[in-house]
């Protein structure tokens, strides 16, 4: 008797929520699961529990004002959301971003990759019972967001890549901080890859659990190290170079199964070429511009001598601190020349009617920047996959419509696929192998 009634409970399912209160869900995505003890029957995924709205809020924005917004995004890599943005607006607006200014840019996107990385890794082992990766991980976080907080001024929302170029100049001793943080980077992902790679814990949570082939990465929209993860090569870093890395070697790391081991692999190889690139740009980034330098830049020598003059006996402004880097002598390396679509120097803006008429005309309704009627798309490599701008122009300062292409959307969507068939306890380190953002998915 006891026996029939055990059997025929087993025919019956159980339904219950995971999230959104819970932890491994960050808040922002419910999971109903339906279970045979523990194993997973069917699964339905809900999202929007975030309700961003960023599209919308874009349309009653004017193309600079919305900058900060970007940055909201993806908050663990901010500066490779600002790098899409106005690499899209630069492409509608035809400028052209001095050599200088693209290497700052290519050298924060890699360091905020690796950010992205490290913060995914943590989280993903943290809820697998790796506290103690979560802290090292953590550690090296700390060192890069030094980096960046001495060129940048702050640590993750940073609105640092603008328009035209960059906001200020790097750092005077940035050359000592980054290698400081590339050195302690390496030494814990050593120590990370001996703390889990052969971990017959992690292993068996992580190993031949939520297999994912090509063709269904494919069906779904995947990028980024996920989809590398199934060995598909796709990076739009290598096959739509943009900024200067087709003047820079790296490689491009591949999974061989598509399982939660492999998306942990890959992040970690990646990280790794991130580093490498950081240091080819510390070899090949120009030096800043000085008034020395007006020959070599195509200046006649008598306007080189009168540049040169004007210079040394224009009136010096003494600028805020949180202006370091940002001096008019150093834009021409920082920003390109586009009056139209560039903030001009504070110096400009205190001293003389043309510069204060500028800047008024830059930041007043229905002026400053306004794009040709079109519609233009473009897309970059970010901490997760392809993030894409698609921006419609009406000709006026504001976007008549701006979506964006967010690349940890295709990829949570599949969870439901891919976790039948498994367990309860699978879930979590799946979902942390995906790497959601909420800013990201709840656009």
Not at 109 to 114: G, H, K, V
Not at 287 to 300: D, K, M, R, V, Y
Not at 372 to 385: A, C, R
Request: net charge neutral; proline share 5%.
């Amino acid at each position: 008797m006891t026996y029939r009634i055990q059997k025929e409970a087993r025919k019956e399912s159980l339904l219950i929520n995971m999230g959104p209160s819970h932890p491994a869900m960050h808040g922002t995505t419910r999971i109903m699961l339906e279970l045979d003890g523990e194993k997973i029957l069917n699964c339905e995924l809900e999202m929007g529990y975030l309700h961003r709205g960023f599209e919308k809020i874009c349309e009653h924005k004017t193309y600079f004002n919305l900058l900060p917004y970007t940055d909201r995004m993806n908050y663990v890599s901010p500066l490779i959301n600002n790098c899409g943005y106005v690499m899209t607006l630069e492409k509608m607006l035809g400028i052209e971003v001095p050599e200088r200014a693209q290497f700052i840019r290519v050298i924060m996107c890699e360091l905020s990759r690796i950010c992205d990385h490290l913060t995914a890794l943590a989280a993903m082992a943290m809820e697998c019972g790796a506290f103690t990766v979560f802290l090292y991980k953590m550690k090296a976080r700390e060192y890069i967001w030094d980096v960046m907080e001495q060129t940048t001024g702050v640590r993750m929302t940073t609105s640092y890549i603008r328009i035209g170029g960059v906001r200020a100049d790097l750092h005077s001793n940035w050359r000592e901080t980054t290698k400081t943080a590339i050195d302690e980077t390496r030494k814990v992902l050593k120590d990370i890859s001996g703390l889990l790679d052969k971990n017959k814990i992690f292993l068996n949570r992580t190993r031949d659990i939520a297999v994912v082939s090509p063709e269904l990465a494919i069906d779904y929209g995947w990028t980024g190290p996920c989809l590398r993860s199934t060995g598909i090569y796709y990076d739009v870093r290598k096959a739509h170079p943009y900024l200067v890395y087709d003047k820079l070697d790296f490689e491009v790391p591949l999974g061989e199964r598509g399982d939660n081991f492999d998306r942990y692999m890959v992040r970690m190889k990646e990280m790794e070429q991130s580093l490498r690139i950081v240091e080819q740009c510390m070899e090949k980034i120009p030096e800043p511009s000085s008034p020395s330098q007006l020959i070599a830049e195509g200046f006649e020598p008598a306007e080189a001598i009168k540049e040169s003059r004007s210079k040394r006996t224009e009136k010096k402004i003494k600028l805020s601190p949180n202006l370091e880097g940002s001096e008019k002598e150093k834009y021409k390396g920082i920003l390109a020349e586009s009056r139209r679509n560039i903030i001009p120097p504070k110096e400009e803006t205190y001293t003389n009617i043309e510069g204060l008429i500028n800047h008024f005309k830059f930041f007043m309704k229905d002026h400053g920047i306004r794009p040709p009627k079109g519609e233009v798309y473009f897309s970059v490599e970010g901490g997760s996959g392809e993030l894409g701008y698609y921006i419609i122009s009406d000709g006026t300062d504001k976007p008549y419509r701006l979506h964006l292409r967010a690349p940890c959307f295709h990829i949570v969507s599949s969870l439901e696929e891919i976790i039948l068939g498994h367990f309860v306890a699978d879930v979590i380190p799946t979902f942390g192998s995906m790497n959601m953002i909420g800013g990201e998915l709840d656009r």
